[in-house]
């Protein structure tokens, strides 16, 4: 059974910076290698909105206009890990970020296959 767990939340001022990382369980090396990694983020009343892909290999990324030039999206694949570094946080940034494992670089949640339970993260003004 593949599971996808979060860490690395918290709460941060804006302007700070925080680190998130996605550990997957259930997976060899190599199936884990063979699926693009996302994050996703959900704040209150809102729907899940795409924030970052990276593609199998680690060397293809896209990011959402909202995050891009702030947020880098990262892979270990000898490690089953993923981060997710985010800097000059805004109060806006604030949700639950999910961790998803899936293909085709989608950016819509339909297009994952599997999900994290999700981290926190709260910026404040």
């Known amino acids: 059974q593949v599971q996808l767990v979060e860490s690395g939340g918290g709460r941060v001022q804006a302007g700070g910076s925080l680190r998130l990382s996605c550990l997957v369980f259930?997976?060899?090396?190599?199936?884990?290698?063979?699926?693009?990694m996302a994050w996703f983020r959900q704040a209150p009343g809102k729907e899940r909105e795409f924030v970052a892909v990276i593609d199998w290999t680690g060397g293809g990324t896209r990011y959402a206009d909202s995050v891009k030039g702030r947020f880098i999206i990262s892979r270990d694949n000898g490690k089953n890990l993923v981060t997710l570094q985010m800097n000059s946080l805004k109060p806006e940034d604030t949700a639950v970020y999910y961790c998803?494992?899936?293909?085709?670089?989608?950016?819509?949640?339909?297009?994952?296959?599997?999900w994290g339970r999700g981290t926190q993260v709260t910026v404040s003004s």
């Open positions: 259930g997976q060899t090396f190599k199936d884990f290698g063979s699926y693009d």
């Open positions: 998803a494992s899936g293909t085709l670089m989608g950016v819509t949640p339909q297009q994952y296959t599997y």
